[in-house]
DNA sequence: AATGAATGAGGTTTCATTCAT
DNA sequence: TATGAATGAAACCTCATTCAT
């Protein structure tokens, strides 16, 4: 039995370990309990102490914000490896899919309220999206009405159509012709 | 003992003004504290025992309904005196601003998940477009493509806009943008 | 058997005895563990839940106040029964008496800090030694010169002396020895 | 690897230098958060991890007594350098305001509890006292009744003014009134 | 010898729900 | 039928203490 079954206090060593944990964890009940699971049961499912996730994330918006901090990484990274006209249309894509699949997301903006906006991630996203959206507005393949915030509020509206899916609903179906109803353009990209 | 020191218990008579104070209470707390608000503290607003509160609604989400169901009735007003093709655009305007001003109602659709969707209000709402959407389409004030069941879509979308929204944010702007983003003819009904 | 072991849930006709064991247990643990045993023990002590003891007793002051409000009862009657001159002493008598067995009264008014000092019973003092110390002035069984906030100075130094007694040590005769070397007079008293 | 990242260990010659600046910020936050401020916030004050808090001071009485182990050392001084009968007056003033300064003296002294007296100074403080106290009797300065172990009462007596000194009230003019209530003599010191 | 992360017990507090009266 | 106290299961958060590195 090489792998002992409970190593109690790995030590320091375990930090980066118990953080990817945490993150890992929280991504899953997030996703499955919604945003408000008590932090006791992202602990427990990290096999880490209270005390641990506490000092790694000292509230739920810390630990919440680093979830969907991967997301953005990969849009970083799309935005920087993708400058054509496309673009546009390639983040618009895994926005929306990284706003399906993280339903704790709606959940975490509403929760959030009166922080900072850019902490859970507004800015970032207008950031992202304003040099892709003009490339793209240039090309004819998005309205030239739109603006970058625009952008934010066509995410919100995205939103709103997968927190009021019922549970069994093809949530999916629903976000297309959503955006169906704003853009075709839009709803081609996903 | 002819005078009970405490007259509290005025009998079968006082169920409906009970059920009145409870579903006022709820209303002005439900838009004060969200949707979260302690079912107690809703029992003390309406000055009624908590298992009078239990009694009448057995549930949070049965007491919500309820307490929506009102604007609901409303909107069944309205439908019912206009028959014009104008009908639509004032149905659309009075369930923007419900929605708008119950942000506790996106926080019940959001928690409602898994429950019959009818519940939310869904089906009634679809009823009561089906005829005001066709007359507005018929006269060239609505999408000939829109079915009663994007009506419901194009709510949550605004939904989201709302719930998205920051806490000091003006929230009828966004949701005005949001909705000319979708279609000018549903903003000018704002 | 006449008693059922664990009658759960024994309804409102229960609070008033709720509400003395939680005193009576309070009592006896703040005695036994001093101010800062948890509540939780405190509410398992008294046979009731956490919430009952949060009901009757919103802060640790609230109950702990309750606590010695017994005390000042008996003060309150020592001060109404005897109008004579010896009143001053019996009344100090029986404040250093329970200053002695109510070492977490020294705590609470440690831990009270910025609280309104009436909760902690100060002002109550006052009122109460007034008058008696009067007549002993005038009787010439009280130092001329004391007023009445000097009585609770008095009593704030009994506080120290049986605050830094050592467990085992004897209380009572630290506490005459200390108040011997302020004044014979009220030392004979205790 | 000749230059490490980081320069943590210092190796035993740092053991002095850490505690001293462990006992240096206990001094500071005993004063200014209480005797009961986490251990945790010292070791942080300090520079220092916990492990090298607890293998200085194993308990918080243990730092605790270092710290206020200082004030001793002044007091031997002042005893050693002062041989003539001022020099009761003048420990006393000392003490008097130790006791003042380091309210966490006070609490410090109610939560040793059933420690060893010896711990917390009494023993110490009685040797210091002895030769002095007889001093100041043969001239005239202190009463002739008074032993050693009285002018350990008369601290515990301040102890008591000082910590049910509410906060905001002015502790030196309570401590002064409440000596003087005892003897002008030691009033006059101070 | 120092670091500082991990542990986890334990305290406080809050409510949804029940139920004796 | 109404009352509102009682229940008790969490949730949150904080440290004292340990221990791998």
């Given at each position: 039995?090489?792998?002992?079954?409970h190593?109690?206090?790995?030590?320091p060593?375990?930090?980066?370990?118990?953080?990817?944990?945490?993150?890992?964890?929280?991504?899953?009940?997030?996703?499955?309990?919604g945003y408000?699971?008590?932090?006791?049961?992202?602990?427990?499912?990290a096999g880490?102490?209270?005390?641990?996730l506490?000092?790694?994330f000292?509230?739920?918006l810390d630990l919440a914000?680093?979830?969907?901090?991967?997301?953005?990484?990969?849009?970083?990274?799309?935005?920087a490896q993708?400058a054509?006209?496309?673009?546009?249309?390639?983040?618009?894509?895994?926005?929306?899919?990284?706003?399906?699949?993280?339903?704790a997301?709606?959940?975490?903006?509403?929760?959030?309220?009166?922080e900072?906006?850019?902490?859970?991630?507004?800015?970032?996203?207008l950031?992202?999206?304003?040099?892709?959206?003009?490339?793209?507005?240039?090309?004819?393949?998005?309205d030239p009405?739109w603006?970058?915030?625009?952008?934010?509020?066509?995410?919100?509206?995205?939103y709103?159509?997968i927190?009021?899916?019922?549970?069994?609903?093809?949530?999916?179906?629903?976000?297309?012709?959503?955006?169906?109803?704003?853009?075709?353009?839009?709803?081609?990209a996903?």
């Amino acid at each position: 039995m090489p792998a002992p079954h409970h190593p109690r206090n790995r030590g320091p060593a375990a930090a980066a370990d118990n953080r990817a944990a945490i993150l890992d964890a929280a991504r899953r009940l997030f996703a499955r309990d919604g945003y408000r699971v008590p932090l006791s049961a992202i602990a427990r499912a990290a096999g880490v102490g209270q005390g641990v996730l506490y000092r790694h994330f000292p509230s739920r918006l810390d630990l919440a914000y680093e979830v969907f901090e991967d997301n953005f990484a990969v849009l970083d990274q799309t935005a920087a490896q993708s400058a054509g006209p496309d673009c546009f249309a390639l983040l618009w894509r895994q926005l929306v899919e990284y706003t399906i699949d993280s339903t704790a997301f709606v959940e975490m903006v509403l929760d959030a309220g009166d922080e900072p906006p850019a902490r859970v991630g507004a800015e970032r996203l207008l950031g992202l999206f304003a040099r892709p959206l003009a490339r793209a507005q240039a090309a004819g393949l998005a309205d030239p009405s739109w603006t970058t915030r625009d952008v934010l509020l066509l995410q919100h509206m995205v939103y709103g159509v997968i927190a009021a899916s019922p549970v069994g609903a093809d949530v999916r179906a629903g976000v297309r012709r959503a955006v169906e109803l704003i853009d075709p353009r839009l709803a081609e990209a996903l």
